[in-house]
């Protein structure tokens, strides 16, 4: 049964962007694409052939992820983020550590504790494990401290059956105008790795999607952008804005109309109050499916090339939109409900600053009852 909504993602779109990301990039620097979250709710499945034939890695939050990228045919380097020590212990994980060594994803090392595992699972799969140690360098979240780096790296050195092919952290405030933390964090990693015998023979890394564009300097020998792959501006505040084509538009189709009288009330709460006789229209989206709450009588939408407000509250799997400008609407007529236009009211952007939050969370909360379909 089709589904009642769409999101259109265009493969032209994400080859733009991964080219104008490239053009950033001096020679032998690899592009590592991050396609976690479902390609930030872009669809995995529907990207992967343009993903795959344009980067060079792809990255991954989650074991299943992971595997789910080989399960898929893909069959080049895989960099799974979430380390050993998130495993919680059972069985069923330890063997989806061997599973993802097996199956040649690199993994992420941030202490000494979870070498055992990794170790005793690449003996079980009978190959050596790939690891990437991350370092701390200054944002506070995962990572081993910097100044450990140096004795991790020569503990996993010493294990027969891991090897380490990289070292990488990741940076803050990249995305803001004032760079000196993000240069700092630079800094911090390369005296890191420094103390700890050089990046000879290893994957250096640092730059996501801001610094790709914004700090050369961060560049090394990959970077992983993530945000921009898809068309979005990692915030207002860089120094260099990409002409970066949003990938996405999401459409539905309108499941009722009705005319209403002047001040009839609509809603949960009856929030809203029309002022005139008016035609309103039904269009299956909600909540449930990423269009936040928060929207309630405060976005458009797009019939026939018209700009619609949205009418009361957003409910769980629908919203109300004021036809009454759009006289020619009828029942099946497409709804645009984000626009892939970044200067459009309800563009993926727009869309977030009215919810106060960034672009990622717009895509990465579009639910699983919207259709993704690749486009040219």
């Known amino acids: 049964m089709e589904s009642f909504l769409t999101a259109e993602v265009s493969a032209s779109a994400v080859r733009w962007n991964l080219a104008l990301l490239r053009e950033r990039l001096s020679r032998g620097c690899k592009l590592c694409a991050v396609v976690k979250a479902d390609c930030y709710g872009h669809g995995l499945r529907a990207l992967l052939g343009v993903l795959a034939a344009e980067a060079d890695w792809l990255a991954v939050a989650t074991p299943q992820e992971a595997l789910l990228l080989r399960r898929l045919g893909y069959r080049r380097g895989i960099l799974m983020f979430f ?130 564009i914004d700090l050369p300097e961060t560049h090394l020998d990959m970077v992983r952008p993530g945000i921009a792959v898809y068309g979005y501006q990692p915030s207002n505040e860089m120094t260099h804005r990409l002409p970066l084509r949003p990938a996405m538009r999401v459409t539905g189709r309108l499941m009722q109309i009705k005319a209403i009288p002047a001040s009839s009330r609509c809603g949960y709460g009856l929030t809203y109050t029309f002022r005139r006789d008016s035609r309103v229209g039904l269009v299956p989206v909600g909540y449930a499916d990423g269009y936040l709450r928060t929207f309630s009588s405060r976005t458009i939408m797009r019939v026939d090339g018209r700009d619609v407000p949205v009418c ?23 709804v645009e409900i984000i626009s892939a236009d970044p200067a459009a009211p309800h563009s993926v952007e727009n869309l977030a600053r009215l919810a106060g939050t960034i672009p990622y969370e717009i895509t990465c909360r579009l639910g699983r009852r919207v259709r993704r379909v690749l486009v040219k």
Do not use: W
């Open 312 to 334: 009361g509250r957003v409910s769980m799997d629908q919203a109300i939109i004021d036809l009454t400008d759009c006289p020619t609407a009828a029942v099946g007529d497409e």
């Open 83 to 212: 380390s050993a020590c998130a495993q919680d212990g059972s069985g069923g994980a330890r063997e989806a550590l061997e599973d993802l060594i097996a199956r040649e994803v690199t993994l992420t090392v941030v202490s000494a504790a979870e070498l055992d595992a990794v170790e005793a699972a690449a003996v079980r799969a009978g190959r050596p494990a790939a690891v990437h140690v991350k370092v701390d360098s200054g944002m506070g979240r995962s990572g081993t401290p910097a100044e450990d780096l140096a004795a991790l790296v020569a503990e996993v050195r010493r294990r027969k059956a891991v090897t380490l092919t990289g070292v990488y952290s990741h940076l803050a405030t990249a995305d803001e105008t004032d760079k000196e933390a993000a240069c700092q964090q630079l800094a911090c990693f390369q005296a890191a790795v420094a103390a700890a015998g050089g990046g000879a023979g290893l994957v250096l890394h640092l730059a996501n999607s801001a610094a790709t």
